[in-house]
């Protein structure tokens, strides 16, 4: 698996992040049991340099916590049947499946996890897994949809440890 971690701000977390976001992305990808091996890119920016991002993608001008970007289109989430059938999924020159790209504004995980009322790890990691799944192809616009989502997430965090 590539995990291309790059930042544009300086990070200053008491945790090795780098080790944070590893772990992370391998057990999320494990734990949706995908066949194949993936490309996965993390960029961790600030208020600013996210809201850029915003602004170019989504049309919306307002800093948020994380961006996803799925490279997949799934007939349904965490169904990887159809994956093989289309050679655009897979980078001609590894093989791996490139599952998308994930921006994380570290000024909100700052934010958040003192709102929150738990620590900047957990919050780096919910983020991240959340990330993951949408390149998974979840979602959280109907609210059954959300559950599961939200379900998916809080398990893997347990089963990682990662505790509020």
Known sequence: M???IEQEIDVDFAFDYKKT?????????????FPFEAEVNLLLTDDQ????????????????????FPMIVYESAG?????QADADNF????GETVLGD???NIDRVKQQAESYGHSELREFAFLIVHSMLHLFGYDHMTQQDADV????????????????
Not at 21 to 33: G, L, M, N, S
Not at 79 to 83: G, H, K, W
Not at 91 to 94: A, I, L, Y
Request: proline share 3%; net charge negative; hydrophobic share 40%.
């Open 102 to 104: 994930i921006i994380i």
């Open 149 to 164: 989502m939200e379900g998916l997430q809080r398990t893997i965090l347990e089963e990682l440890r990662i505790l509020r």
């Open 49 to 68: 340099g996210i809201q850029q991002f915003n602004q170019e993608y989504r049309k919306i001008n307002l800093p948020t916590d994380v961006l996803s």
């Open 21 to 33: 976001a590893r772990e992370v992305i391998y057990y999320t990808v494990a734990h949706q049991k």
């Open 2 to 4: 590539t995990i291309s």
């Open 79 to 83: 169904d990887f049947v159809q994956l």
């Open 91 to 94: 980078n001609p020159d590894t």
